[in-house]
């Protein structure tokens, strides 16, 4: 069955220190992938997406996502947190062969503290 | 470029009434999705619109609920005698023809009292 997991519900981290978010996905083949921030009672906003070529891709907001096919994880990372980073964030998984519905994981809670 | 646009923001309804939901995609999209966010949950795939057809309502409750996407105006979800538990975020996504990357609306919050 397809399932995409995060692995971390909630994550504190101090102002300036690096982030990494977990997610780990099981799918029929590689699908493409995606990380979206949610700002309280606000919609999702795209961070970055993976469709081929470099696993390592470049997003918005200063992250990062590196895709591991032998581990089947897309983890996302920041190296220097701003306090404006504080929001939920949910890694998603999509086909490749056709249009259709994105699977989310359940989400990871990010506090940034002083 | 306007985004997705979804309206209302906040919809308030009594437990038996009817809530209908709407969906404005990006220009240029005709992929329209349907999500529903349970407090403290992930979004859960409901139903994927293309212009007056519906391709995918694998998600969508049997009972109720219904979606449409006509040939002119919003895309609509409806749901008919709303039960306390129908309250979440409901969030609208669109896509254009070329490749599947959804872009969200803000959502609308339906409260059941």
């Known amino acids: 069955a397809q399932s995409v997991t995060q692995p971390d519900i909630h994550i504190t981290v101090s102002e300036g220190a690096s982030l990494e978010l977990r997610c780990n996905y099981s799918?029929?083949?590689?699908?493409?992938l995606f990380w979206y921030v949610q700002s309280p009672g606000q919609g999702l906003q795209l961070l970055l997406k993976?469709?081929?070529?470099?696993?390592l891709v470049q997003g918005i907001k200063g992250f990062e996502a590196e895709f591991k096919r032998s581990q089947s994880s897309f983890n996302l990372r920041k190296p220097s947190v701003h306090w404006s980073d504080a929001a939920e964030y949910f890694c998603?998984?999509?086909?490749?062969?056709?249009?259709?519905?994105?699977?989310f994981g359940a989400g990871t809670q990010v506090v940034v503290t002083p | 470029n306007a985004g997705v646009m979804q309206n209302p923001r906040h919809l308030v309804r009594r437990r038996g009434q009817e809530a209908r939901l709407r969906c404005s995609p990006m220009?240029?999209?005709?992929?329209v999705y349907w999500y529903r966010q349970l407090p403290e949950e992930g979004l859960k795939f409901m139903v994927y619109?293309?212009?007056?057809?519906?391709?995918?309502e694998s998600g969508m409750p049997k009972e109720r609920f219904s979606a449409e996407f006509p040939k002119e105006g919003p895309s609509i979800l409806r749901i008919q005698q709303v039960v306390r538990g129908d309250s979440a975020a409901y969030f609208c996504?669109?896509?254009?023809?070329?490749?599947?990357?959804?872009?969200f609306g803000p959502g609308t919050r339906l409260t059941v009292l």
């Open positions: 799918y029929g083949a590689t699908p493409y």
């Open positions: 993976y469709f081929s070529g470099d696993t």
């Open positions: 220009k240029g999209h005709s992929h």
């Open positions: 998603a998984v999509g086909p490749t062969d056709s249009w259709g519905k994105l699977q």
């Open positions: 619109l293309q212009k007056e057809n519906i391709i995918d």
């Open positions: 996504a669109s896509s254009t023809l070329a490749v599947n990357e959804q872009f």
